[in-house]
Nanobody, 118 residues
Framework: QVQLVESGGGLVQAGGSLRLSCAASGRTSSTLGMGWFRQAPGKERELVASILRVGNITYYADFVRGRFTISRDNAKNTVYLQMNSLKPEDTAVYYC???????????WGQGTQVTVSS
């Protein structure tokens, strides 16, 4: 079992930046990939970005490509999401996930709120 703890959410004005962190503990050796999802009120949870442990192969959803960057520090078992040029439509609860697929994952963090004001 992997435990995930997010941090770094908050309130920011449009055009600003935030960096989310996700610390993993437990059976991290079973984690081949890490990712971030988000869920806005009244909407389904959607995959934002993911990164593989080996090769650092990344995936980005079209709506964040060029603005967000996912990275990981394997020594610290931590994954980051650098969010730049934030828009009000980026407002959501962001969830860290272990071994993410398109609409599911093996483990989830508790979520961190990101609010972008216009």
């Amino acid at each position: 079992q992997v435990q995930l703890v997010e941090s770094g959410g908050g309130l920011v004005q449009a055009g600003g930046s935030l960096r989310l962190s996700c610390a993993a503990s437990g059976r991290t050796s079973s984690t081949l990939g890490m990712g971030w999802f988000r869920q806005a009120p009244g909407k389904e949870r959607e995959l934002v970005a993911s990164i593989l442990r080996v090769g650092n192969i990344t995936y980005y959803a079209d709506f964040v490509r060029g603005r967000f960057t996912i990275s990981r520090d394997n020594a610290k078992n931590t994954v980051y999401l650098q969010m730049n040029s934030l828009k009000p439509e980026d407002t959501a609860v962001y969830y860290c996930a272990a071994n993410p697929r398109k609409t599911s994952a093996d483990a989830w963090g508790q979520g961190t709120q990101v609010t972008v004001s216009s």
